[in-house]
């Protein structure tokens, strides 16, 4: 894990400044403004923690000096749904990149509580920067010297900010909270003299285009929030560096060659010995960790090599260069880790390009495009075809379904939940690179959930302005793709499909539901061209009125390239050999800038040795709009009844069990590999036991045998595994077993099953699975034998039922004490999910009913323990059940059964 940890931080550093490699000539930083540094003495108050400075006037054309491969002339798009605050300022004309020349940021922590401060100088248009900040915050108040005081709703987590301030002017921004503004404008206005030596980080400042100093470290708890966090930051500031003056953190050009970008850190102490010492201990860990990989991962051990050491009797300084030589060794290093890793074949291939084996996209692979293909061509959403979804309705070429219903918590309410799921037939001419949408930017089809009404069309579809995914989003679809069976020939073709989720007001529920209506907006490209474009493919383009394929700087197997305009009228890249030969992808990624409005940047690693590209493109599209009404759902539980027919569990007493004893032989029950065990009258069968790492932990597989109790065959929870402890293999004496305690249980619910060995029908429980994370690793390298534990037992004297709806989320019952609460929390196309919460060990069965009133077999039944609570899925079949039987036991007896039970060697 620490190997990981050393090999992602690496890697994150370097790869955060590649692209600051390619610049061919020195780029002079300049001075610091007077104005920038006399805000930077007003910001040194008292209480100043944290002080920051950015060069933005020379980072962008350093930006521009580095990436010079970029399209000149995109076809840029706007998306209407983002509102962030950089996208409002774009459309209201205030280009940031071009406005803004530096920023200075300041944290306090003061007895009056901490606070912050930004200051942006630049040339700015106040009127038009105050109308962005009304359409994406809410301005709480504003004065006639252009101060505003505003809070921000987060958009993903719907919490709204603390109330902050921001005063702008034409030459400065300020930004601030509501207890460090009037200091600031104040010392600005009066041009004070710091309060707080700067001397030091001035000098740091004036050599990096982008610094950050902890002016205060021993302050840096106090500006954590109260708890646990704060008092971790405190212990390691405290232990790692207990008399540390300032420390700054910066990044800065390197002078000399080979040019690269430098990312530098200075301590600040008067302990030499903590300097000393600090100094040692990074050297012995240096090379600690050379010698480690100088095995595993060579080309990582080489990068060691671009961090430097230097030190005086006051100042510990680190520095690492990031030039050409160290992005070489980066590519080498994600093939040897990544191999290292896994061991399946890696995603990164070797580097060395001559050795770099053409892998060829067959003929039947690569789809069929048509020159004029229309609206009309696409065939109507035939039920059954291909399709994998069970559609409620269908419009056009697309089948629509509502996949499930779930209740949700959402802002402390519990909120129905609903997942549309969509799939169309093939349609030909949609793009066949999923990697060239970002969401409904750039698909080929739109998702509108338009609205979801009651019996008098009242709306039940929540209003919401904030979440990960709102309800009025729009949906993209992704390409996806099959083969047809047609004249004797697997044909290859391509459909569109996707989800989507919405959420209801809260007081709605599903029964509620009489319409849900929604739209498909498919844009078919049409007129289509082909062309081959030989390498060097850098700066080549293809542009029409509606698209335009820009490609950048390429390697021998990679392919760069930026979309801009209706991207899915590029329907198909492919790299091509010196044969023109479409060559495999090895991987890929893509990428969309906040600044770019909607510009897609994408990568592509190929498997070969890149010699051209073949482009499929449109010239033009047709756009039509597909409606849609869903009045009925949940409609498909399977017809067929070759589920387990219910059987109504009865009471039974424990003295019949040994009586059950002298009935039953199950010596031959147990599969040839599984560890056996009788325990009168019942057999135990060890499967197997699997051990899956930390998250998904232990899955043990038992089988068991029983006599045909009336009062176990499909008794939910009358029949329990419980593992005390398990058996590892010891590594201290050779042939002993250690027991380590990792308690874990299971209900596995027993079924009549006929044997022409045995005189009399048992019951069975095959292969169920007893699983458990193991979140602190006690099990982490270590072979498990076997297990120790107990078969509990657990037979219904009386029983009681009660019915409750099959097709309403909470729908409910309790237990007469109380003890015992079933509720309906999920309903989806064949299966229905109830949560058992309390004394589950009394619940008995569920027993799905049809309109008939005739109780439906079960396909299924899955229990899974969440928290201190279980889920129960079952999947009825031969018809629709409307009502749910729920039989619970009112007074039961109990008796287990210890075990000791070993996996059998062989396995």
């Not at 800065?252 to 201990?281: C, F, H, Q, R, V």
């Not at 077999?857 to 079949?877: C, H, Q």
Request: glycine share 6%; aromatic share 8%; charged share 25%.
């Amino acid at each position: 894990m620490k190997r990981i940890i050393v090999v992602t931080v690496i890697i994150s550093l370097i790869i955060a400044g590649a692209g600051y490699f390619y610049y061919s000539q020195q780029m002079k930083m300049g001075s610091i403004p007077k104005y920038v540094s006399k805000a930077e003495e007003a910001m040194a108050m008292e209480g100043l923690t944290i002080l920051s400075h950015m060069n933005v006037e020379y980072a962008v054309k350093l930006e521009n000096k580095i990436y010079p491969d970029g399209d000149p002339s995109p076809l840029l798009t706007s998306n209407n749904d983002a509102l962030s605050f950089i996208k409002t300022l774009q459309n209201n004309g205030v280009d940031v990149r071009k406005q803004l020349k530096h920023a200075l940021g300041g944290f306090y922590t003061t007895s009056q509580g901490n606070g912050g401060a930004m200051l942006f100088f630049g040339e700015f248009n106040a009127p038009k920067i105050i109308e962005s900040l009304k359409q994406t915050y809410t301005v709480l108040e504003q004065t006639d010297d252009n101060q505003i005081i505003f809070v921000r709703k987060n958009t993903k987590t719907c919490k709204l900010s603390k109330p902050m301030h921001i005063n702008i002017s034409k030459d400065i921004i300020t930004l601030a909270s509501p207890n460090i503004m009037p200091v600031i404008l104040e010392r600005l206005e009066k041009q004070s003299v710091a309060n707080v030596d700067l001397s030091k980080w001035v000098d740091f400042r004036q050599k990096h285009f982008a610094s950050i100093g902890l002016i205060a470290p021993e302050d840096i708890g106090n500006a954590m929030p109260q708890g646990i966090s704060r008092m971790l930051i405190k212990q390691i500031i405290k232990k790692s560096l207990p008399s540390a003056e300032d420390i700054f953190i910066g990044s800065s050009i390197k002078s000399t060659k080979p040019y690269g970008l430098t990312m530098n850190s200075i301590i600040n102490t008067e302990d030499t010995s903590w300097i000393n010492s600090a100094s040692n201990k990074i050297k012995d860990a240096r090379e600690n960790f050379r010698n480690e990989m100088t095995e595993t991962a060579p080309s990582l051990a080489k990068l060691d090599k671009h961090l430097s050491i230097n030190t005086t009797e006051q100042q510990l300084k680190l520095s690492l260069i990031l030039n050409r030589e160290a992005l070489d060794n980066v590519i080498n290093t994600l093939e040897e880790t990544t191999s290292s890793f896994f061991s399946t074949t890696s995603m990164f291939t070797a580097s060395d390009n001559k050795q770099l084996k053409d892998e060829i996209i067959p003929g039947k692979d690569l789809p069929q495009f048509f020159n004029n293909y229309t609206h009309e061509d696409i065939p109507d959403y035939m039920l059954g075809s291909h399709h994998f979804i069970k559609a409620d309705t269908t419009t056009g070429p697309f089948g629509i379904m509502l996949e499930k219903a779930e209740l949700i918590n959402s802002n402390n309410q519990r909120t129905t939940e609903l997942t549309f799921k969509i799939d169309s037939e093939p349609i030909r001419n949609i793009p066949i690179q999923n990697l060239h949408s970002d969401g409904a930017d750039g698909s080929a089809a739109i998702l509108h959930i338009n609205g979801v009404y009651d019996a008098d069309n009242n709306s039940l579809m929540a209003i919401e302005d904030c979440g990960k995914v709102k309800n009025s989003d729009a949906q993209g679809f992704k390409t996806n793709n099959g083969y047809a069976f047609k004249d004797g020939k697997n044909i290859a073709y391509n459909y569109l499909e996707t989800k989507k989720t919405i959420r209801l007001i809260p007081e709605a529920n599903i029964s509620d539901i009489a319409k849900i209506t929604g739209s498909i907006k498919l844009d078919l490209p049409n007129g289509i061209k082909v062309e081959e474009l030989t390498a060097p493919l850098s700066g080549k383009n293809i542009t029409t009125k509606d698209v335009r394929l820009f490609f950048k700087k390429n390697d021998s197997d990679n392919i760069k390239y930026e979309i801009s305009g209706q991207k899915n009228h590029i329907l198909s890249i492919n790299a091509l050999n010196n044969n023109k030969q479409p060559l495999k992808n090895r991987s890929s990624t893509a990428s969309t800038s906040v600044f770019s409005n909607g510009l897609r940047s994408v990568s592509r690693n190929i498997q070969g040795n890149v010699d051209g590209a073949e482009v499929t493109y449109a010239t033009g599209g047709i756009s039509k709009t597909y409606d849609f009404t869903m009045t009925s759902f949940f409609n498909h539980y399977d017809k067929k009844t070759w589920g387990k027919k219910v059987v109504v569990v009865k009471p039974d007493i424990k003295a019949n069990f040994a009586k059950y004893g002298d009935m039953y032989d199950f010596s031959n029950f147990c599969d040839k590999n599984d560890g056996k065990l009788s325990l009168p009258p019942f057999q135990l069968c060890l499967n197997k036991i699997n051990y899956h790492g930390k998250h998904w932990g232990v899955d043990a597989r038992f089988s068991i045998a029983a006599p045909n109790s009336p009062a176990l065959n499909q008794n939910l929870f009358g029949t329990e595994i419980y593992i005390d402890k398990l058996k590892v293999k010891s590594m201290a004496i050779a042939g002993r077993t250690k027991l380590i305690s990792f308690p874990m249980n299971g209900y596995m619910p027993l079924s009549r099953k006929k044997d022409k060995q045995n005189k009399h029908s048992f019951l069975v429980a095959n292969r169920e699975a007893v699983r458990k994370p193991d979140p602190k690793g006690l099990l982490n390298n270590k072979e498990i034998l076997g297990a120790t534990g107990k078969l509990i037992i657990r037979i219904p004297k009386k029983l009681k039922s009660t019915g409750i709806y099959a097709n309403i989320l909470n729908s409910n019952m309790k237990s007469d004490d109380g003890s015992l609460v079933l509720i309906v929390t999920k309903l989806s196309q064949d299966s229905i999910t109830l949560t058992a919460a309390g004394d589950v060990n009394k619940l008995v069965q569920i027993i799905p009913i049809s309109s008939e009133k005739q109780p439906l077999p079960l396909n299924s039944v899955r229990i899974e323990k969440k928290d201190d609570t279980y889920i129960i899925e079952i999947k009825p079949v031969g018809g629709t059940p409307e009502f749910l039987n729920v039989i619970y036991a009112t007074k039961q007896e109990k008796f287990a059964i210890p075990f000791d039970i070993n996996q059998q060697v062989n396995q």
